[in-house]
């Protein structure tokens, strides 16, 4: 993979953030398996899975890390909360320089009008009308 490409999708001050944030490599306590992937270049190509659009089966191999190991890395960060701290420590740099503008938000919310419950239902579930 190229130096431009990994460093414009992942760079130096992100990394900075992210690193601390992932969860430690635990050797198999029964040994072998592989050995593990270097961090940046797995989250480098998770990045550029989530931002392409790309299928996960179609990562190029330039990344220097397979689609199997990006995915189950994936998904481990999120069951671990990765991208709900990450998305803090963001929001927490970004404020302490000044870069963050906290007078304002934008709430989004949707209204849906709740359909009549169909005829019988009510019935059956009070146990009358033959259910």
Do not use: N
Request: net charge positive; aromatic share 10%; proline share 5%.
């Amino acid at each position: 993979m190229s130096a431009d490409l990994s460093k414009r999708l992942v760079p130096d001050e992100l990394w900075e953030l992210v690193a601390p944030l992932l969860p430690s490599f635990a050797a198999r306590p029964q040994g072998g398996g592989t050995a593990p992937r270097d961090e940046r270049a797995v989250f480098t190509a998770v990045v550029y899975v989530l931002t392409s659009g790309c299928a996960w089966r179609h990562l190029p191999p330039t990344f220097g890390t397979s689609s199997a190991t990006a995915h189950r890395r994936f998904t481990v960060w999120t069951e671990v909360g990765l991208w709900r701290r990450l998305h803090r420590a963001v929001l927490d740099e970004l404020g302490v320089r000044g870069e963050v503008d906290w007078t304002s938000g934008i709430v989004d919310a949707a209204s849906v009008r709740a359909k009549r419950c169909l005829y019988g239902f009510r019935q059956a579930v009070a146990g009358v009308g033959g259910w």
